[in-house]
């Protein structure tokens, strides 16, 4: 090998490095962390991923924000209480994994805090948190009211598939209604759809 | 010659065919009068840059404190592009707005349409952003395609 071929291959070394850190770590499929939020996550056609949730909760945020009606309640921040979120796709899924997201924003946002006493069917999230409001205001021989919510949250899951040789599409549609309780009109709506379509589930998208 | 000749009318054709544009139609003079900002790029990948592009930035308020982006992107091409994109929220402090995580978005553009992404910041203490557009063809061909591990770096 001549003077001038080393200096070549010297040359083009960090280039290979700078390609191969583009690549990947190895090459492997070991076990690692990947942000939830990030674009490495796995995409499944016959499941809601996290990121879908993430997706979908973060759409209806933006939407419910914008449309300014958090603003309708005369107390700041609105109290709101999240009613029932029906799922009708064909998994078994924990509805929280949207709600929670929606309310966790919400309330960063300062425009709206959620009730923990009540909830459908007269069920609190918190029951030790209700059954200790009852028993202070007893105690104290207080006859007010524990603030109502003035918004309900309520929804639906929804799921559509078709299927063309072998490529599957999944359609979940996520439905959204904000009920303004004292006068009990749905003051905000919203629907987000996610579509995937592909052969089988990926790595990243 | 001629299957040389056939095989180059067939790829022309091959991609031709994978390619489509949208046309539009619009009032001439538009009665929206957007509040366009001053934009700086930074590009690290000029790949994405030349395909899908943004044109500009207009930025307003909504529910009476919370400000609103809307950021015009184009596809300079003739192909159907994916892509992704972030949008990052900051503080009048300077600190990034990281409750909740701004997470990355899935986009598709079709040949030569012009998309408007919006976003709106999730608190009133949001005075500036940053968004990031990442091209998704790099991941594909790289950790998408299965020849290494989910946590390559790009």
Known sequence: MNQLQKISLLSLAPLALILGGCASSGGTRDAAYVDSDGTHTIVSLDQINIQDWSNAADQMVQSLLESGILNRSPEKPAIMVVSRIVNNTTQQVDTDLLTKKIRVALNQSGKVVTTTTYGPGGRAEDPLARETAELEKFQRGDTANMPLPYFSLSGKLLENRAQAGKTKQVTYIFQLSMTEIPTGLAVWEDEVQITKQGQRASVGW | ?154
């Open chain 2, 1 to 154: 010659m001629k299957k040389t000749l056939l095989s180059l009318s067939a790829l022309s054709f091959l991609l031709l065919a994978a390619c489509s544009s949208v046309n539009t139609v619009e009032r001439a003079e538009p009665l929206a009068t957007p509040d366009p900002i001053a934009i700086k790029k930074v590009t690290t990948d000029p790949a994405l840059a030349d395909k899908v592009s943004v044109v500009n930035v207009i930025q307003g308020t909504v529910s009476g404190d919370l400000l609103k982006i809307q950021v015009q992107v184009e596809n300079l091409t003739y192909a159907y592009q994916l892509f992704n994109y972030q949008v990052v929220w900051i503080d009048k402090n300077g600190f990034h707005v990281t409750s909740p995580a701004p997470l990355w978005r899935p986009g598709q553009i079709e040949g030569r349409e012009t998309q408007y992404l919006t976003a709106v910041a999730p608190k009133p203490s949001v005075v500036d952003f940053q968004m990031k557009l990442l091209s998704r063809i790099t991941y594909d061909e790289t950790v998408g395609a299965g020849r290494s591990g989910p946590a390559g770096k790009r």
